[in-house]
Antibody, heavy 124, light 110 residues
Framework: EVQLVESGGGLVQVGGSVTLSCAASGFTFNYAWMTWVRQAPGKGLEWVGRIQSKTDGETTTYAAPVKARFTISRDDSRNTLYLQIYNLQTEDTAVYYC???????????????WGHGTMVTVSS | QSALTQPPSASGSPGQSVTISCTGTSSDVGDYNYVSWYQQHPGKAPKLMIYEVTKRPSGVPNRFSGSKSGSTASLTVSGLQAEDEADYYCSSYAGNNINVFGTGTRVTVL
Protein backbone atom coordinates (compact mmCIF):
# COMPACT_ATOMS: atom_id res chain seq x y z
CA GLU A 1 0.00 0.00 0.00
CA VAL A 2 1.37 3.40 -1.01
CA GLN A 3 1.72 5.84 1.87
CA LEU A 4 2.83 9.46 1.82
CA VAL A 5 3.12 11.21 5.17
CA GLU A 6 3.90 14.92 5.29
CA SER A 7 5.27 16.70 8.33
CA GLY A 8 6.97 19.93 9.34
CA GLY A 9 4.12 22.40 9.08
CA GLY A 10 3.13 24.87 11.77
CA LEU A 11 2.97 28.57 12.61
CA VAL A 12 5.84 30.62 11.15
CA GLN A 13 6.56 34.33 11.11
CA VAL A 14 6.73 36.36 7.92
CA GLY A 15 10.27 36.27 6.62
CA GLY A 16 11.04 32.97 8.29
CA SER A 17 11.70 29.60 6.72
CA VAL A 18 10.35 26.09 7.02
CA THR A 19 11.28 22.62 5.79
CA LEU A 20 8.49 20.20 5.01
CA SER A 21 9.09 16.46 4.71
CA CYS A 22 7.19 13.69 2.98
CA ALA A 23 7.98 10.11 4.02
CA ALA A 24 7.10 7.61 1.31
CA SER A 25 6.51 3.87 1.32
CA GLY A 26 4.83 1.18 -0.74
CA PHE A 27 6.56 1.92 -4.02
CA THR A 28 10.06 2.22 -5.44
CA PHE A 29 10.76 5.77 -4.30
CA ASN A 30 14.01 6.23 -6.18
CA TYR A 31 12.24 5.65 -9.52
CA ALA A 32 9.37 8.05 -8.79
CA TRP A 33 9.03 11.69 -9.76
CA MET A 34 7.64 13.59 -6.76
CA THR A 35 5.49 16.72 -6.73
CA TRP A 36 4.35 19.30 -4.19
CA VAL A 37 0.88 20.85 -4.44
CA ARG A 38 -0.55 23.45 -2.09
CA GLN A 39 -4.03 24.66 -1.23
CA ALA A 40 -4.67 27.96 0.52
CA PRO A 41 -7.67 28.00 2.90
CA GLY A 42 -10.89 27.96 0.88
CA LYS A 43 -8.99 28.07 -2.41
CA GLY A 44 -8.09 25.67 -5.20
CA LEU A 45 -5.13 23.41 -5.81
CA GLU A 46 -1.87 25.00 -6.92
CA TRP A 47 0.99 23.02 -8.49
CA VAL A 48 4.16 24.09 -6.68
CA GLY A 49 6.95 22.01 -8.24
CA ARG A 50 8.43 18.60 -8.86
CA ILE A 51 11.68 16.69 -8.68
CA GLN A 52 12.57 13.96 -11.13
CA SER A 53 14.18 10.69 -10.17
CA LYS A 54 17.96 10.50 -9.87
CA THR A 55 18.12 8.32 -12.97
CA ASP A 56 16.25 11.04 -14.87
CA GLY A 57 18.66 13.72 -13.64
CA GLU A 58 16.98 14.79 -10.38
CA THR A 59 15.86 17.95 -12.19
CA THR A 60 13.66 20.32 -10.21
CA THR A 61 11.00 22.57 -11.73
CA TYR A 62 8.93 25.21 -9.95
CA ALA A 63 5.83 27.25 -10.60
CA ALA A 64 6.75 30.84 -11.47
CA PRO A 65 5.28 32.43 -8.31
CA VAL A 66 7.46 30.31 -5.99
CA LYS A 67 10.60 29.82 -8.02
CA ALA A 68 12.80 32.20 -6.08
CA ARG A 69 11.94 31.00 -2.58
CA PHE A 70 11.18 27.27 -2.79
CA THR A 71 13.64 24.35 -2.99
CA ILE A 72 12.62 20.75 -3.54
CA SER A 73 15.04 17.93 -2.74
CA ARG A 74 14.96 14.21 -2.04
CA ASP A 75 16.89 11.64 -0.05
CA ASP A 76 16.41 8.29 -1.74
CA SER A 77 18.22 6.50 1.10
CA ARG A 78 15.48 7.68 3.46
CA ASN A 79 12.58 7.51 0.94
CA THR A 80 11.88 11.14 1.83
CA LEU A 81 10.96 14.23 -0.16
CA TYR A 82 11.60 17.75 1.11
CA LEU A 83 10.30 21.26 0.44
CA GLN A 84 12.23 24.20 1.85
CA ILE A 85 10.45 27.54 1.82
CA TYR A 86 12.45 30.72 2.48
CA ASN A 87 11.31 34.27 3.23
CA LEU A 88 7.77 33.09 3.98
CA GLN A 89 4.93 35.42 3.03
CA THR A 90 1.33 35.43 4.25
CA GLU A 91 0.23 34.15 0.84
CA ASP A 92 2.22 30.96 1.51
CA THR A 93 -0.37 29.99 4.14
CA ALA A 94 -1.73 26.69 2.82
CA VAL A 95 -1.97 22.95 3.20
CA TYR A 96 1.03 21.43 1.41
CA TYR A 97 0.54 18.01 -0.17
CA CYS A 98 3.13 15.69 -1.64
CA UNK A 99 1.91 13.55 -4.49
CA UNK A 100 3.19 11.07 -7.05
CA UNK A 101 2.19 8.58 -9.68
CA UNK A 102 4.63 6.15 -8.12
CA UNK A 103 6.35 3.92 -10.61
CA UNK A 104 3.07 3.00 -12.31
CA UNK A 105 1.76 6.20 -13.85
CA UNK A 106 3.19 8.69 -16.32
CA UNK A 107 5.01 11.30 -14.21
CA UNK A 108 3.70 14.19 -16.31
CA UNK A 109 0.10 13.34 -15.73
CA UNK A 110 -1.39 11.22 -13.00
CA UNK A 111 -1.04 12.32 -9.41
CA UNK A 112 -2.40 9.01 -8.19
CA UNK A 113 -1.22 9.03 -4.59
CA TRP A 114 -1.49 11.87 -2.08
CA GLY A 115 -0.49 12.47 1.49
CA HIS A 116 -2.88 13.97 4.02
CA GLY A 117 -1.08 17.31 3.81
CA THR A 118 0.67 19.53 6.33
CA MET A 119 -0.58 23.01 7.19
CA VAL A 120 1.74 26.01 7.11
CA THR A 121 0.40 29.20 8.64
CA VAL A 122 2.41 32.37 8.10
CA SER A 123 1.76 35.08 10.67
CA SER A 124 2.64 38.74 10.42
CA GLN B 1 1.34 29.71 -16.44
CA SER B 2 -2.31 30.58 -15.78
CA ALA B 3 -4.79 28.27 -14.09
CA LEU B 4 -7.13 26.33 -16.34
CA THR B 5 -10.67 27.71 -16.35
CA GLN B 6 -13.52 25.71 -14.83
CA PRO B 7 -17.08 26.81 -13.96
CA PRO B 8 -17.35 27.56 -10.24
CA SER B 9 -20.32 25.29 -9.76
CA ALA B 10 -22.43 22.56 -11.33
CA SER B 11 -25.39 20.60 -10.07
CA GLY B 12 -27.75 17.79 -10.85
CA SER B 13 -30.35 15.56 -9.26
CA PRO B 14 -29.57 11.98 -8.28
CA GLY B 15 -29.42 9.79 -11.35
CA GLN B 16 -28.80 12.70 -13.71
CA SER B 17 -25.55 13.57 -15.47
CA VAL B 18 -23.33 16.58 -14.96
CA THR B 19 -20.47 17.71 -17.20
CA ILE B 20 -17.65 19.97 -16.07
CA SER B 21 -15.48 21.82 -18.57
CA CYS B 22 -11.80 22.68 -18.24
CA THR B 23 -10.53 25.28 -20.69
CA GLY B 24 -6.87 25.82 -21.31
CA THR B 25 -4.75 26.92 -24.24
CA SER B 26 -2.84 25.46 -27.16
CA SER B 27 0.17 25.29 -24.84
CA ASP B 28 -1.37 22.95 -22.28
CA VAL B 29 -4.71 21.13 -22.74
CA GLY B 30 -4.61 21.65 -26.50
CA ASP B 31 -1.06 20.32 -26.87
CA TYR B 32 -0.89 17.27 -24.61
CA ASN B 33 -3.05 14.26 -23.79
CA TYR B 34 -1.99 14.64 -20.19
CA VAL B 35 -5.25 15.86 -18.66
CA SER B 36 -6.33 14.45 -15.32
CA TRP B 37 -9.26 15.04 -12.97
CA TYR B 38 -9.38 15.00 -9.18
CA GLN B 39 -12.23 14.75 -6.69
CA GLN B 40 -11.83 16.42 -3.30
CA HIS B 41 -14.21 16.13 -0.39
CA PRO B 42 -14.00 18.75 2.37
CA GLY B 43 -10.96 18.30 4.58
CA LYS B 44 -9.63 15.43 2.48
CA ALA B 45 -6.79 14.98 0.03
CA PRO B 46 -7.63 14.98 -3.69
CA LYS B 47 -8.36 11.67 -5.37
CA LEU B 48 -7.41 10.84 -8.97
CA MET B 49 -10.53 10.09 -11.03
CA ILE B 50 -9.35 10.33 -14.66
CA TYR B 51 -5.88 10.44 -16.22
CA GLU B 52 -4.52 10.77 -19.75
CA VAL B 53 -7.83 12.42 -20.73
CA THR B 54 -9.99 9.30 -20.70
CA LYS B 55 -8.47 6.60 -18.48
CA ARG B 56 -9.92 5.55 -15.13
CA PRO B 57 -7.70 4.24 -12.33
CA SER B 58 -8.68 0.97 -10.75
CA GLY B 59 -11.56 1.43 -8.32
CA VAL B 60 -13.08 4.53 -9.91
CA PRO B 61 -16.68 3.86 -11.02
CA ASN B 62 -17.35 3.87 -14.76
CA ARG B 63 -19.90 6.63 -14.10
CA PHE B 64 -16.92 8.95 -14.41
CA SER B 65 -15.65 9.64 -17.92
CA GLY B 66 -13.31 12.14 -19.55
CA SER B 67 -12.95 13.65 -23.00
CA LYS B 68 -11.16 16.45 -24.81
CA SER B 69 -11.81 18.65 -27.81
CA GLY B 70 -9.18 21.17 -28.79
CA SER B 71 -8.15 23.15 -25.71
CA THR B 72 -11.16 22.12 -23.61
CA ALA B 73 -11.36 18.94 -21.57
CA SER B 74 -14.50 17.66 -19.90
CA LEU B 75 -15.45 15.38 -17.03
CA THR B 76 -18.88 13.76 -17.08
CA VAL B 77 -20.43 12.14 -14.05
CA SER B 78 -23.38 9.98 -15.05
CA GLY B 79 -25.96 8.58 -12.67
CA LEU B 80 -25.15 11.16 -10.00
CA GLN B 81 -25.01 9.87 -6.46
CA ALA B 82 -24.94 11.73 -3.16
CA GLU B 83 -21.30 10.82 -2.59
CA ASP B 84 -20.32 12.56 -5.84
CA GLU B 85 -20.92 15.91 -4.17
CA ALA B 86 -17.42 17.37 -3.95
CA ASP B 87 -14.97 19.77 -5.54
CA TYR B 88 -13.45 18.68 -8.85
CA TYR B 89 -10.18 19.91 -10.34
CA CYS B 90 -8.65 19.32 -13.73
CA SER B 91 -4.92 19.36 -14.36
CA SER B 92 -2.82 19.46 -17.50
CA TYR B 93 0.82 19.16 -18.42
CA ALA B 94 1.94 22.51 -19.83
CA GLY B 95 5.38 21.67 -21.21
CA ASN B 96 8.79 22.53 -19.72
CA ASN B 97 8.18 20.02 -16.93
CA ILE B 98 5.32 22.12 -15.50
CA ASN B 99 1.74 21.15 -14.64
CA VAL B 100 -1.19 23.43 -13.99
CA PHE B 101 -4.49 22.89 -12.15
CA GLY B 102 -7.92 24.20 -12.95
CA THR B 103 -9.80 26.71 -10.84
CA GLY B 104 -12.09 24.03 -9.44
CA THR B 105 -15.80 23.22 -9.69
CA ARG B 106 -18.11 22.48 -6.79
CA VAL B 107 -20.62 19.80 -7.73
CA THR B 108 -23.87 19.78 -5.78
CA VAL B 109 -26.29 16.87 -5.82
CA LEU B 110 -29.74 18.39 -5.46
Amino acid sequence: EVQLVESGGGLVQVGGSVTLSCAASGFTFNYAWMTWVRQAPGKGLEWVGRIQSKTDGETTTYAAPVKARFTISRDDSRNTLYLQIYNLQTEDTAVYYCTTGGDWFDPYDAFAFWGHGTMVTVSS
Amino acid sequence: QSALTQPPSASGSPGQSVTISCTGTSSDVGDYNYVSWYQQHPGKAPKLMIYEVTKRPSGVPNRFSGSKSGSTASLTVSGLQAEDEADYYCSSYAGNNINVFGTGTRVTVL
